[in-house]
T-cell receptor, first 117, second 111 residues
Framework: AQSVTQLDSQVPVFEEAPVELRCNYS??????LFWYVQYPNQGLQLLLK??????LVKSINGFEAEFNKSQTSFHLRKPSVHISDTAEYFC???????????????FGSGTRLSIRP | DGGITQSPKYLFRKEGQNVTLSCEQN?????MYWYRQDPGQGLRLIYY???????QKGDIAEGYSVSREKKESFPLTVTSAQKNPTAFYLC??????????FGPGTRLTVL
């Protein structure tokens, strides 16, 4: 069975500081990996995803994540955060295309990122 | 604009009442999902549907029911059998691909 562990429930950082949100997964099959962002009282938005190919994937707003198969990790990083990055971030894994009944997407418990001025 | 709409945004229910949460999408997606979100627990799958007139239970289906009579609509009913229904409910959809699109959510509170 697949599972996702987000090691930090809350991460406070100062504005313009770097940040890393940690995510580890377990799966016996090849995986698709995702990071979603949720702003207060809103739905989730896809931030970035790894399906295959280059292990480093990037979002349009400066976040990046690296798929590390040997460490079964998919940590999210940003070199300099902004107040607007304050949100909850969810790591997720699936075993394949997520429309398949055999490949549901499994979410981690979330990491709340709070940015201090 | 294509997207997913959920209504209402806030919903209050008395104990013992059934309530129905609406989810509509105009993305022409085949698959639709309902998740429940509780603080510190991430998202848990309630029901999902891959095609019209077909749906499957997720991990926490007890006390919930769904229907899929139209491709664009996937309403969720929270029945009186659900012992702890206060939560944030999210609807999502996907095409035959790799991304789920989410609605804005409905916050249900039992009084």
């Amino acid at each position: 069975a697949q599972s996702v562990t987000q090691l930090d429930s809350q991460v406070p950082v100062f504005e313009e500081a770097p940040v890393e949100l940690r995510c580890n997964y377990s799966s016996s099959v090849s995986v698709y990996l995702f990071w979603y962002v949720q702003y207060p009282n809103q739905g989730l938005q896809l931030l970035l995803k790894y399906l295959s190919g280059s292990t480093l994937v990037k979002s349009i707003n400066g976040f990046e994540a690296e798929f590390n198969k040997s460490q079964t990790s998919f940590h999210l990083r940003k070199p300099s955060v902004h107040i607007s990055d304050t949100a909850e971030y969810f790591c997720a894994v699936s075993g394949g295309p997520i429309y398949s009944s055999a490949s549901k997407i499994i979410f981690g418990s979330g990491t709340r990122l709070s940015i201090r001025p | 604009d294509g997207g997913i709409t959920q209504s209402p945004k806030y919903l209050f229910r008395k104990e013992g009442q059934n309530v129905t949460l609406s989810c509509e999408q105009n993305l022409n997606h085949d698959a639709m999902y309902w998740y429940r979100q509780d603080p510190g627990q991430g998202l848990r799958l309630i029901y999902y549907s891959q095609i019209v007139n077909d749906f499957q239970k997720g991990d926490i289906a007890e006390g919930y029911s769904v229907s899929r009579e139209k491709k664009e609509s996937f309403p969720l009913t929270v029945t009186s059998a659900q012992k702890n229904p206060t939560a944030f409910y999210l609807c999502a959809s996907t095409d035959r691909g790799t991304e789920q699109f989410f609605g804005p959510g409905t916050r249900l509170t039992v009084l």
